[in-house]
């Protein structure tokens, strides 16, 4: 297993979208996580990929998902799979960053068909396992279950946070503390 280097991560936010956002399962845990995690990228200066399924059919990111992305450009895809979207392929190897963090919604669908195709393509990915979710609980598993399989890793937001900071030294580690409690 690799650990989570700053230099080496991206941050993508699947899907989180309209009226389908508010009826995942634990939307509140759901939320409070990737707000945490946007928080987190920025302080640490880590990329984000913002992602929207069919926003004209889905309607647009969750206000409080989309507030934290404003400065952060929104790539729309139809496909369930980000990679199905050469804008996000493009963005993705512009970035030259090998390590994939993988939130959003639906687990079970876009999660886990982004987290299949990024893995043939020989990336490193993890799925942060309290900022994902589905319809239903089982669904949520059965699509994180699937991810394992396939060699993803599993991580959590504080988990990821603090291994990307690496240390509790300095002015990032007291932003970080301040953005989790």
């Keep these: 297993m690799t650990i989570l280097k700053s230099s080496e991560a991206v941050l993508i936010v699947i899907d989180v979208q309209g009226k389908l956002a508010e009826i995942m399962y634990d939307k509140h845990l759901l939320f409070d996580n990737l707000r945490r995690l946007v928080q987190g ?30 400065g952060t450009d929104r790539i729309v895809k139809n496909s369930f799979s980000c990679c199905g979207e050469p804008s996000f392929n493009h963005s993705l190897n512009e970035l030259g960053r090998k390590q994939i963090l993988l939130t959003g919604i639906e687990t079970h669908i876009c999660v886990y068909q982004t987290a299949r195709d990024l893995i043939a393509g020989g ?8 900022a994902v979710s589905s319809r239903t ?12 399989d396939l060699g993803v890793s599993r991580t959590g937001t504080e988990m990821a946070l603090f291994e990307l900071l690496g240390d509790a030294e300095g002015e990032n580690f007291r932003k970080i503390l301040r953005i989790i409690k």
């Design 137 to 148: 609980c089982a669904n949520r598993d059965l699509g994180i279950q699937r991810m394992i």
């Design 41 to 70: 990228m920025k302080v640490l200066n880590i990329p984000i990929i913002w992602m929207e399924q069919n926003p004209l059919g889905l309607g647009p990111t969750a206000p409080p998902v989309a507030e934290l992305l404003t």
């Design 123 to 130: 990336y490193l990915v993890y799925v942060v396992t309290d």
